[in-house]
């Protein structure tokens, strides 16, 4: 029981908005556009209610809890119980695996989310990522790579985005992944900030460039917070790594029309990198994790049509 205190302890001294503030007034973010500070401890806010709501209450109890959250940020939430189950996998097994039952149940509507937060909670207690790799499927595999790499973003800045550290001994599709995640991270701790999100990512080698802005368009346009002239802004500080910054949009819109919780950030966001609406641009995407194999950006760059592709050229 100390042990569990103590973990439970230091969870709830790192609450995600906190956090937050001080990283920006570390990395001397300024609040250039105040709505997507703003938005980002929301989204901050649901992902820790996910969290404590996970482990204080029992299996089927959470996803009502849940319901009571907008449905707009309830991925985040959905984010934060997968590191609540996880926690409580790891503190007390049984023999049910709470993720694996929960996803087999209620919270299979969410399921990637609550793989998300199971690589968040691998990075936060520093276990390997490579076991739970050979336990999961590819797709869920990567789920968890992603919400890793996010993680040390977020929590580990100095070492993953000052140095370009990466904690675990992975490579090829693994390590893209890991830095889609990365990326997804660089828009909350640069607050949304595009001068300073281009400083940081240039400060990366060139092989690391394209996912690393394939995550900042997932989270500016899943997340959200930046008005018209931000995001605008981003895409021609992208320069030649605008496309990959669209299809990280791509990949957003895909994954809320899939859950039909559609949102203003996300339709703002396609309306601006692709000319279309967020809709248009996820039928034009074959099913999220199709072929896992593969480079995720590329297979979804052969299935959005010409006309939508060329106005990325404009």
């Not at 931000?230 to 819109?253: M, P, S």
């Not at 995407?285 to 199709?290: D, K, R, S, V």
């Amino acid at each position: 029981m100390m042990i569990q205190d103590a973990w439970q302890s230091s969870l709830n001294k790192a609450t995600l908005p906190t956090d937050l503030i001080a990283t920006w007034a570390e990395r001397d973010v300024q609040e250039s556009d105040g709505g997507i500070q703003k938005r980002l401890e929301q989204v901050g806010r649901s992902l820790m209610k996910g969290y404590h709501t996970a482990v204080t209450d029992e299996l089927e109890a959470i996803a009502p809890k849940l319901n009571e959250i907008d449905e707009e940020l309830r991925g985040f939430a959905y984010e934060g119980v997968g590191m609540g189950l996880a926690q409580r996998d790891f503190l007390t097994p049984s023999s049910q695996n709470r993720i694996a039952t929960f996803v087999a149940g209620d919270g299979a509507a969410y399921a990637n989310m609550v793989y998300v937060g199971l690589g968040l909670m691998l990075a936060r207690v520093g276990r390997p990522i490579e076991p739970h790799l050979q336990r999961l499927d590819n797709a869920k595999g990567w789920l968890l790579v992603d919400g890793y790499g996010y993680y040390q973003g977020m929590f580990y800045w100095r070492d993953s985005l000052n140095h370009q550290v990466i904690s675990q001994p992975i490579s090829g599709y693994t390590r893209s992944v890991f830095d889609q995640g990365l990326g997804r991270s660089i828009w909350f701790v640069d607050g949304g900030d595009v001068n300073r999100i281009a400083r940081t990512i240039d400060a990366f080698s060139l092989d690391r460039r394209e996912d690393l802005w394939g995550g900042v368009g997932y989270a500016c346009a899943y997340a959200g917070g930046a008005e018209r002239a931000t995001i605008e802004a981003l895409g021609n500080t992208a320069g030649a790594y605008r496309l990959h910054l669209a299809q990280g949009t791509a990949y957003a819109a895909k994954s809320r029309q899939c859950l039909g919780n559609q949102s203003v950030y996300t339709e703002l966001a396609c309306q601006v990198l692709w000319g279309v609406s967020a809709d248009a641009v996820a039928d034009s995407l074959a099913t999220i994790g199709e072929t896992p194999e593969s480079r995720l950006w590329q297979h979804y760059r052969a299935r959005i049509p010409h006309p939508v592709r060329a106005t990325l050229a404009a």
